[in-house]
Structures are given as C-alpha cells and as structure tokens.
C-alpha cells in the first residue's frame, strides 16, 4: 500500500513562503507517475494546485498560483515539493500530496496565512 506523507505546512505571514514535501513509500513505481498538490479550504471544494509529470520535465499549474508556486520533486528520493511565495490569506488550506490517476492521498498539512 502506497503512503503519502506530507510536510512543511505551518503559520506564515502575508507574503511570506513555505516549501512543502510529500514522501512516498512502499511506492517502487513512484518514477513512473505523475504527481500533483490539491488544497482544500475550510467550507471549500478540494482544488488542484500544481502537476509535474513522472520524470519532473513537464509541470502545470492552477492559473491564480502561476508564479508564485514551484512544483518540483526528487525521484532518487520518492519526494515532491510544493515552493510557495508571496503568500496570501486566500492560500490558507490543508495541502495534500496525490498520485494522479490511483486513490493515493496522504494526510495534509495545513498551512495558514495570517498576520
């Protein structure tokens, strides 16, 4: 079974930044697949946030995060990474790490904006 964990998350003010990680295990594949970052809000839907393809090359972002979130991972490592700047209130959610196309989730980490 495939386990997601995620961290990093933590208090922030405006504008400031946060680097998060997701480390797969049991996950032999984990090169072979892509991987992505959801949110969720408090009262709000789950949302996509960021993509990279399985050798890192290709990534796609939700068009209100592009530049100001980097997703990145480390395949020798089973790690994917979340680089957010210039954080926003708006941004203040429970990020999850997700293996596109399979049921994998990890935990979340929250993360929260605010002064």
């Known amino acids: 079974q495939v386990h997601l964990v995620e961290s990093g998350g933590g208090l922030v003010q405006p504008g400031g930044s946060l680097r998060l990680s997701c480390t797969a295990s049991?996950?032999?594949?984990?090169?072979?697949?892509?991987m992505s970052w959801y949110r969720q809000a408090p009262g709000k839907e789950r949302e996509l946030v960021a993509t990279?393809?399985?050798?890192?090359?290709?990534?796609s972002y939700a068009n209100s995060l592009k530049g100001r979130f980097t997703i990145s991972r480390d395949n020798d490592k089973n790690m994917v990474f979340l680089q957010m700047n210039s954080l926003k209130s708006d941004d203040t959610a429970v990020y999850y790490c997700?293996?596109?196309?399979?049921?994998?989730w990890g935990q979340g980490t929250q993360v929260t904006v605010s002064s």
């Open positions: 049991r996950f032999t594949t984990f090169s072979m697949h892509s």
């Open positions: 997700h293996v596109v196309g399979n049921e994998y």
């Open positions: 990279i393809n399985s050798n890192g090359r290709t990534t």
